[in-house]
């Protein structure tokens, strides 16, 4: 008897066609989301590993002992290149967990941190605080509005990317529950100020967590920074994703927790019902063990001559690359990146007629076929703005290809020099205005505004095909980052839930 009601390879060719929508995944030609290695035996070599456990449950590695043996082998790797295996006799051990990406080592790692702060103060009544520069991952403002701690933001330098040590120092009292800092920041490839905010942290008994999610695995392999990872002793834990420069398949990331005791707080254990015992150390119960599999595989092949290797190439690329953007008149690097990653600004310095805006930039390049990464400016809690910037991510494929990259950048913004920003309140123009309440009204509804009216605003703004369906996205992204500036935040954020929802909404 045939169960199939559709044919195998007919359903595969389907699924062929649909990725041919996609933006490639390998190549170099996207620089944000995807990091390829540019070896393509590493690929099947993580597509084989995965393979091999599709059946197997990461849920219970007392069952399925493969898992136990696989995590503890990817966790000593971790712990050794992050220097968690050099603690001084009698300092507590550094021991960790692999999770499903760079969100859930940042959720458990605060979690984790608030109920330390907790059993360390029965009985408060005060909400917890979470003190980190204003580019910090937005993983940590979900992990705070899941968890209940206060996010407490302190600016960074327009400049730079990066926080005073002051500023950060003058934060810290006994309702602060962490202190995260960044190894680099996502927007700007800024090293945070780790040694400095974790001497402050420790004198006051305050845990400080090193996220180093997207860059960790390859600064590990990069000479001549200030130290940042658990060399430092203030340093409490750190988060690192091995499906960024660890170059496996997503999702797989690992947390590191400074002692066992503090670790356990990291846990959910419950008895309290009539199945199995439950213990998780993450997130969730049952998980895939493909990606750890996948991770585990290409830690054992490369090990760290060949991550050192890969991490040479990728900064190699940086280093190419940054040499061509500062070619480029009109456009300048933010601050001082420590790579593989960069943010690009316009060059004020330069007349108007001779700038280049970095989202009409990326728009252009993008019509070439090179994906860059828009990301809009803002304003911070002291009142001073941060530009909004392009962000590339480089890997080592880039190193293959900046031959083409470098030219191709220079022709986009040649293409849009002396074009000006978009003016997004001209762009929303009279059309909030014809609204009630207008703007502000509606972001103080923000929260509840019904599904129907937020496609309809997001129809007017261009956004939704016919019906509310979902329809194509806009050719060029900057009209949109233009909005998200422009737009009450809280309204903001409505509208793109109800755009990504409806992306995801079956079609009849």
């Known amino acids: 008897m045939n169960a199939f009601e559709r044919e195998p390879d007919e359903v595969l060719a389907e699924l062929a066609a649909l990725r041919e929508g996609d933006a490639p995944t390998h190549g170099g030609r996207v620089l944000s989301y995807v990091y390829d290695s540019g070896l393509a035996e590493l690929d099947e070599l993580a597509a084989r590993a995965a393979r091999l456990v599709q059946p197997v449950n990461g849920l219970d590695p007392t069952t399925f ?14 712990r050794r290149v992050f220097h968690g295996d050099e603690v001084e006799q009698g300092s507590p051990v550094v021991v960790g967990s692999v999770t499903s990406g760079g969100t859930e080592s940042c959720l458990l790692a605060v979690k984790t941190a608030r109920d330390v702060w907790r059993s360390a103060h029965p009985g408060d009544g005060r909400m917890p605080r979470l003190v980190a520069p204003t580019t910090v991952h937005a993983a940590f403002h979900k992990a705070a509005h899941y968890f209940g701690l206060e996010l407490d933001l302190v600016p960074v330098s327009a400049g730079t990317g990066a926080p005073e040590v002051s500023d950060v120092v003058a934060r810290l009292d006994d309702d602060v529950a962490l202190v995260v800092m960044s190894a680099p920041s996502y927007p700007f490839a800024t090293l945070d100020p780790v040694g400095e905010v974790a001497a402050a942290t420790a004198e006051h008994g305050i845990a400080l967590h090193v996220d180093a999610c997207i860059g960790g695995f390859a600064l590990a392999f990069r000479d001549g920074l200030p130290e940042w990872d658990l060399r430092v002793p203030g340093v409490t834990s750190l988060s690192a994703d091995l499906h960024k420069y660890g170059y496996a398949p997503k999702g797989v990331s690992v947390l590191l927790q400074r002692g066992r005791d503090r670790q356990r707080h990291q846990y959910f254990a419950t008895t309290a019902w009539p199945g199995y015992p439950i213990v998780n150390p993450t997130m969730a119960g049952s998980k895939p063990a493909g990606p750890l599999a996948a991770a585990w595989a290409i830690v054992q092949v490369l ?18 690359l940054r040499d061509a953007i500062d070619g480029i008149e009109g456009l300048e690097v933010v601050g001082d990146p420590v790579g593989p990653l960069l943010a690009v600004r316009t060059d004020a310095s330069v007349p108007p007629e001779r700038r280049v805006d970095p989202h009409h930039w990326a728009d252009a390049a993008r019509g070439a076929g090179w994906h860059l990464q828009l990301q809009p400016g803002m304003l911070q809690s002291d009142g001073t703005a941060l530009p909004h910037t392009t962000h590339l991510t480089v890997t080592p494929v880039t190193d293959h290809v900046i031959g083409e990259l470098a030219p191709a950048l220079h022709v986009a913004a040649d293409a849009v020099r002396g074009v000006p920003a978009i003016d997004g309140g001209a762009l929303v123009g009279g059309l909030v205005d014809r609204l009630p309440g207008g703007a502000d009204a509606l972001a103080e509804a923000s929260a509840g505004l019904e599904s129907e009216s937020a496609a309809a605003l997001l129809a007017a703004f261009g956004l939704l095909g016919g019906e509310g369906a979902a329809g194509a996205l806009p050719d060029r992204m900057a ?30």
Do not use: I
């Open 65 to 78: 002992t493969s898992v136990a043996a696989m995590e503890a082998a990817v966790v000593g790797f971790a």
């Open 479 to 508: 009209p949109v980052l233009a909005l998200v500036e422009a737009l009450p935040g809280p309204l903001t954020e409505r509208l793109l839930v109800e755009l990504l929802a409806r992306v995801v909404e079956p079609r009849d």
């Open 303 to 320: 090990g760290e001559v060949g991550f050192a290797e890969l991490t040479a190439r990728a900064m190699s690329a940086t280093a190419v």
